[in-house]
């Protein structure tokens, strides 16, 4: 007498099924669009306003060796990606860029990349800032195209 599977047994392994699915195709979905470039837009924007954080603490780090910030006229970013790629005292870059972070010695705006066209797609840097006269401005175009949409200066 052996083991038959009965409408229960059917209905158990439909529901797991069905559960696998809905847990694994997320996660699944996830991961192939990281690796795919699938990001959403609006995942491209919480990129930038992260990556203009991390710059704003880095120019931060920088002022605190030098004495001063790093040069910027509001023009992109040049001055300031030079200055925080050097190495600090203790042998470490201020912030380290990868390949695809920079256009023409500018910082790259996740929101539009390489493809867009500049101004858009750069992050700009303006020391002293207008908006922060004691340090500086930093901003990027947001999913809109208003070029101050993403700023450290609120």
């Known amino acids: 007498m052996g083991l038959q599977a009965g409408p229960e047994l059917r209905k158990?392994?439909?529901?797991?099924?069905?559960?696998?699915?809905?847990?694994?195709?997320?996660?699944?979905?996830?991961?192939?669009?990281?690796?795919?470039?699938?990001e959403s837009p609006?995942?491209?924007?919480?990129?930038?306003?992260?990556?203009?954080?991390?710059?704003?603490?880095?120019?931060?780090?920088?002022?605190?060796?030098?004495?001063?910030?790093?040069?910027?006229?509001?023009?992109?970013?040049?001055?300031l990606a030079s200055c925080l790629q050097k190495r600090t005292k203790k042998q470490f870059e201020y912030f380290e860029f990868n390949s695809d972070m920079l256009d023409q010695g500018n910082l790259v705006n996740p929101v539009w990349g390489k493809e867009g066209e500049p101004p858009k797609n750069w992050i700009h840097y303006r020391h002293p800032g207008i908006h922060n006269p004691k340090s500086f401005d930093l901003w990027c175009a947001d999913l809109n195209g208003q070029p101050d949409g993403i700023i450290n200066w609120k």
Do not use: T
């Open 42 to 79: 609006k995942s491209r924007e919480g990129a930038a306003f992260s990556l203009i954080a991390q710059l704003s603490q880095s120019a931060k780090a920088y002022e605190l060796d030098y004495f001063a910030y790093p040069p910027g006229d509001g023009n992109g970013s040049k001055g």
């Open 12 to 38: 158990d392994g439909y529901h797991l099924l069905i559960l696998g699915l809905v847990v694994f195709l997320p996660i699944a979905w996830v991961f192939l669009s990281a690796f795919a470039g699938l």
